[in-house]
Antibody, heavy 126, light 109 residues
Framework: EVQLVQSGAEVKKPGESLKISCQGS????????IAWVRQMPGKGLEWMGT????????TYSPSFQGQVTISADKSISTAYLQWSSLKASDTAIYYC???????????????????WGQGTLVTVSS | SSELTQDPAVSVALGQTVRITCQGD??????ANWYQQKPGQAPLLVIY???TRPSGIPGRFSGSSSGTTASLTITGAQAEDEADYYC????????????FGGGTKLTVL
């Protein structure tokens, strides 16, 4: 079974650093991109960035570039999302998801996110 | 512009058919994928590609696409279909960039 398991909930103070994880199993971790998605309380899904663990090549949303760092350790099939200085506005649930390989049919293409991790709740409060 | 637009809320009577739409320029190049999210749960893929359901997703869910609009149709909506639904596609302008719609809250009456 293909599965992504995320690290547990975190409670931090503003200014503190944090690194959360997403461990893949049941597939070749280095061959699929892993995305991180933010969901603020009561809000929608926001794509933060994606990493290719085989080469540690990361792409960021302009909204998150410079605010977070996405990395991966292929030796333990784990992707990471980290902050150097948290803000209260970072309070959210963070999901990782595996991006499928690209498929094309009838001149259109697609790649989708499945499976998703269970989510990590990050609470930043003084 | 690189964004996907969804209606914030839609309602449907139990057993009736409902269509949830998603609009965006990227849909000229990429199919929309659809995710269902219930309170307290992670998103769940319900439709991907042209119109494919992952294993375990009921046959009442279907997808379609025309021009810059993609649709998720639920034929014979059930109470358990009440959830938030998000469309997603790749950005056709910036490689490896992903786009999510703002989500549609589906209420089953």
């Amino acid at each position: 079974e293909v599965q992504l398991v995320q690290s547990g909930a975190e409670v931090k103070k503003p200014g503190e650093s944090l690194k959360i994880s997403c461990q893949g199993s049941g597939y070749s971790f280095t061959n699929y991109w892993i995305a991180w998605v933010r969901q603020m309380p009561g809000k929608g899904l926001e794509w933060m960035g994606t990493i290719y663990p085989g080469e540690s090549d990361a792409t960021y949303s302009p909204s998150f570039q410079g605010q977070v760092t996405i990395s991966a350790d292929k030796s333990i099939s784990t992707a990471y999302l980290q902050w150097s200085s948290l803000k209260a506005s970072d309070t959210a649930i963070y999901y990782c998801a595996r991006r499928s390989l690209r498929h094309c049919t009838d001149d259109l293409c697609s790649s989708w996110f499945a499976p998703w991790g269970q989510g990590t709740l990050v609470t930043v409060s003084s | 512009s690189s964004e996907l637009t969804q209606d914030p809320a839609v309602s449907v009577a139990l057993g009736q058919t409902v269509r949830i739409t998603c609009q965006g320029d990227s849909l000229r190049s990429y199919y929309a994928n659809w995710y269902q999210q219930k309170p307290g749960q992670a998103p769940l893929l319900v439709i991907y590609g042209k119109n494919t359901r992952p294993s375990g997703i009921p046959g009442r869910f279907s997808g379609s696409s025309s021009g810059t609009t993609a649709s998720l149709t639920i034929t014979g909506a059930q109470a358990e279909d009440e959830a938030d639904y998000y469309c997603h596609s790749r950005d056709s302008i910036v490689d490896h960039r992903e786009l999510f719609g703002g989500g549609t809250k589906l209420t089953v009456l």
